[in-house]
């Protein structure tokens, strides 16, 4: 009995430390709710951030430190700034210099770099001179410094640059694609879309394969289709560079559930993987289908169709992305639509979360909102 009791204990804490928060203002103070619209914090605190690697940086009397999901301070405010956790480790700053803490609050030996970066799913950059590197979370070096520019990995995969030529490593800093071409998209299911002199194409098993007359390529996203510009007009291809929708659209988005966000003149609907229109065009504009089936359109302001195209949440809400004056993480664009049942949206001045049923979260609308974190 004691054991069970024991090892329902561990569960119940298990899911206070991995639960979602969503950091919210109300009466001109800063706390954070739960999934269920409760208040998980409360708003006390002047300046706080999003939750991030199970902390959030709070700002107390001038000074930032880290709170848990519980709002108990375990790292005392005591510095002038502060970045967000990864992999245990955050940038803080005191007495006009930047370096690492971990989670205890302790310093960590800063590496051979130039300037200190951010971590970012378990790497950061490291620069010497002019080129760029990367080190793991042991502070281990992965790349070094030899690149003019990395982009943030993304599925794995980073872009570098050199020489004003792009390519893709992975993660062990392997070469996947050589940094040879003007320019690249992210890498995804064996592909990247590339720029080679004035010709676009897809990066293939390593080989480049021109796609005649495109003059843009937009990256999969995850999907076994994207979009591509030719002769003014926006059609799909596959991961093989074949034409599965000839262009015929003016402007276009992302599949996903099977569904594309595509423009025909002013207006925009949706078009199914045969370039068929399932919606058809009449707002002004659209977005992409979250998986939870629903997606954001716009009329005068911001509601929702599900998959057949009807109206569930009507238009009247504001997706805007953005932040509280840089004090947060921006959005991504697939925050503009339901993320795990629920969506930020604005309402008179006011920020909250819908359900999928268009009911408030909890019931409550709050001065700011952000998307919940863990």
């Not at 690492?100 to 010497?128: N, Q, W």
């Not at 070096?141 to 995969?157: A, M, N, R, W």
């Not at 062990?172 to 590339?194: L, R, S």
């Not at 005649?212 to 059609?235: M, P, R, S």
Request: proline share 3%; glycine share 12%.
């Amino acid at each position: 009995m004691k054991k069970n009791l024991w090892i329902a204990l561990l569960l119940a804490a298990g899911m206070v430390n991995a639960q979602e928060l969503a950091l919210v203002k109300k009466d001109g103070r800063f706390g954070y709710i739960n999934k269920t619209g409760e208040i998980a914090i409360q708003p006390k605190y002047k300046v706080a951030k999003n939750f991030s690697d199970g902390l959030a940086a709070a700002e107390e009397n001038g000074k930032w430190g880290f709170i848990n999901p519980k709002g108990e301070w375990v790292i005392p405010a005591s510095f002038d700034d502060a970045k967000y956790f990864d992999s245990g480790i955050c940038v803080v700053s005191k007495d006009k210099k930047w370096f690492y803490i971990d989670k205890k609050g302790e310093t960590l030996k800063s590496p051979d770099t130039d300037k200190i970066f951010d971590f970012e799913d378990g790497f950061a950059f490291v620069k010497r001179g002019e080129k760029v590197g990367l080190i793991n979370a042991k502070f281990a070096t992965v790349v070094e410094p030899k690149y003019d520019q990395i982009k943030s990995f993304h599925d794995g995969y980073a872009r570098v640059k050199n020489s004003d030529r792009w390519g893709i490593i992975d993660k062990t800093g392997k070469v996947i694609i050589e940094p040879i071409y003007d320019d690249i998209g992210d890498y995804n299911k064996g592909v990247a879309w590339a720029k080679n002199g004035t010709v676009f194409g897809l990066v293939i098993e390593g080989k480049f394969k021109a796609i005649d007359g495109v003059v843009k390529i937009w990256d999969f996203e995850g999907q076994t289709l994207t979009y591509a510009k030719k002769n003014e007009k926006i059609g799909f291809i596959d991961t093989k560079g074949n034409w599965v929708i000839e262009p015929k659209f003016d402007k276009a988005k992302a599949f996903n559930k099977g569904l594309a966000p595509v423009m025909i003149g002013k207006k925009w609907g949706y078009t199914n993987t045969k370039g068929d229109l399932v919606i058809q065009p009449a707002y002004n504009d659209a977005e992409v289908f979250s998986n939870d089936g629903l997606a954001p359109v716009k009329e005068k302001d911001w509601g929702f169709v599900n998959e057949s195209g009807k109206m569930v949440i009507p238009t009247q809400y504001g997706i805007t992305a953005g932040g509280f004056g840089g004090l947060v993480a921006l959005f991504r664009d697939d925050e503009k639509g339901f993320k795990d049942g629920v969506v930020r949206v604005k309402n008179e001045k006011k920020w909250g979360f819908l359900k999928t049923d268009g009911t408030v979260l909890g019931n409550q609308w709050f001065e700011q909102a952000e998307p919940f974190k863990k």
